[in-house]
C-alpha cells in the first residue's frame, strides 16, 4: 500500500480520490453524472468483435468454393503461415479451440496417466481440465501478487521426477518471466507449454510469445483478442513435433511420414479448424496489430491514472516483457 495508508483510512480516502479524478476529467463540475452533473461519456463504447467486407469476402469465398474443412480447401493453411509470420514461429498448427490446442500439446510431448504438469492456479480452467482429461495431477505453483503469473520462484520446489511438463500462462496479456521459466525448463530437462490463450501478440524481449516453449497455444474464442468465434493454434519450433500434432488433430493420420493416406500410425481425434473460422481469422489479423498498439497505448494511460489513487498499485510487468497484450 502506498503512503502507508491504514485499511480504514484507505476505505475513506480512496472513494473520494477517485470522484475527484473523474470529476477533474469531465469538466470543472463536481457533481457526477449519477446526481445530474454531464455525462463523462457521450457517445457510446465501439462494439466487439470488429468487422467488415474483408470478413464478408471471405466466407462468401469459402461458401461458394464447396470447400469447407482443411482437407479440401487452402484457407487454414494460409491462416496457419500467416500466423507463424506474424509471431516468428517456425510452424503453427490451427486447432478448433484453445483446450484443443493444449490437449494436443500434452498428447505429443508425452504426457500420459499418473504424470504431474506443474500449473497457475490462477488462469482460466481449461488450463487444468486438460491435465485431469489425460489423468494426469495438475500440480500448483502459486501466484507472484505483483504480476499475477506463475511464480517462478516457486516452479523448481513443484517439480519432481514424475512432472512431464511445465504450462505457465500469460494470464490477461501479461507475460510471466520466460528467462526464469525457459532456464528451469531446460535444467529439468522437462518440456514447456505456454498457455498463450489471452496473450496475442504479448512480448518477452522483443520476441512474441508462444515460441519460447516446446508449443505455444492460443485460443480465438469471442472474448479473445483475436476472434474467430471459436479456434485455436499451436506454434512450434520443430517441424517433427509440429507433424506429431498435425495426425493427432487429424484422427492419427499425418501429412508425411505418420499415417498418411489412411494408415493412423498414431491414435488422436478430430480437433480441426473449419475454412469459415480461417478466413475470419485472416481477416481479423489485418487489424490485430493496430488494435493491439491502441490496447497498449489506452492501458498506459489507465495505469498512469490508477497509480495516482491512493491504495491502488497497478499489477507490475517483468522487466522483459516488451509488450502487454
Ligand atoms: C480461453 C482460454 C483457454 C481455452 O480456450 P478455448 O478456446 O476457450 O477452449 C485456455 N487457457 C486460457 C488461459 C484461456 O484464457
Not at 477533474?24 to 455525462?39: R, V, W, Y
Not at 482429461?133 to 516457486?154: I, N, S, W
Not at 508425411?256 to 493412423?264: R, V
Request: proline share 5%; hydrophobic share 40%; charged share 25%.
Amino acid at each position: 500500500m502506498k503512503n502507508d495508508l491504514s485499511r480504514r483510512r484507505l476505505l475513506a480516502a480512496a472513494p473520494a480520490a477517485g470522484f475527484a479524478a473523474r470529476a477533474t476529467a469531465a469538466n470543472s463540475s463536481d457533481k457526477p453524472a449519477l446526481m445530474g452533473g454531464p455525462k463523462t461519456r457521450t457517445s457510446p463504447f465501439p462494439s466487439w468483435p470488429e468487422f467488415d467486407d474483408r470478413e464478408r469476402r471471405g466466407l462468401l469465398d469459402v461458401l461458394e468454393s464447396g470447400k469447407w474443412n482443411r482437407g479440401t480447401g487452402q484457407f487454414v493453411r494460409k491462416f496457419e503461415e500467416a500466423y507463424a509470420r506474424l509471431t516468428g514461429a517456425r510452424e503453427a498448427l490451427a486447432t478448433s479451440n484453445g483446450t484443443a490446442a493444449l490437449y494436443i500439446s500434452l498428447n505429443v510431448l508425452g504426457v500420459e496417466p499418473g504424470d504431474e504438469v506443474a500449473l497457475p492456479p490462477y488462469t482460466f480452467i481449461a488450463t487444468v481440465n486438460v491435465v485431469l482429461r489425460q489423468h494426469a495431477l495438475p500440480v500448483f505453483v502459486d501466484t507472484d501478487p505483483e504480476t499475477f503469473q506463475m511464480d517462478h520462484r516457486k516452479l523448481e520446489a513443484a517439480i519432481t521426477p514424475d512432472t512431464r511438463a511445465i504450462m505457465p500462462v500469460h494470464l490477461g496479456g501479461n507475460v510471466c518471466d520466460l528467462d526464469a521459466i525457459t532456464a528451469i525448463a531446460k535444467r529439468k530437462g522437462v518440456p514447456l507449454i505456454e498457455d498463450a490463450c489471452q496473450a496475442h501478440l504479448a512480448e518477452w524481449k522483443g520476441r512474441k510469445v508462444g515460441v519460447y516453449g516446446d508449443a505455444g497455444c492460443f485460443s480465438f474464442q469471442a472474448s479473445k483478442n483475436l476472434n474467430s468465434g471459436e479456434g485455436g493454434a499451436i506454434l512450434f519450433n520443430d517441424p517433427d513435433l509440429r507433424e506429431r500434432a498435425y495426425a493427432f488433430h487429424n484422427s492419427g493420420s499425418g501429412l508425411k511420414n505418420i499415417g498418411a493416406n489412411f494408415t493412423y500410425a498414431s491414435s488422436g481425434s478430430n480437433l480441426r479448424l473449419t475454412e469459415f473460422q480461417a478466413a475470419i481469422l485472416l481477416a481479423q489479423m489485418s487489424r490485430l496489430e493496430k488494435q493491439t498498439r491502441t490496447r497498449a497505448e489506452n492501458a498506459k494511460y489507465l495505469t498512469s491514472l490508477l497509480n495516482e489513487v491512493p491504495g491502488v498499485r497497478p499489477a507490475r510487468l517483468y522487466e522483459g516483457c516488451t509488450n502487454n497484450a
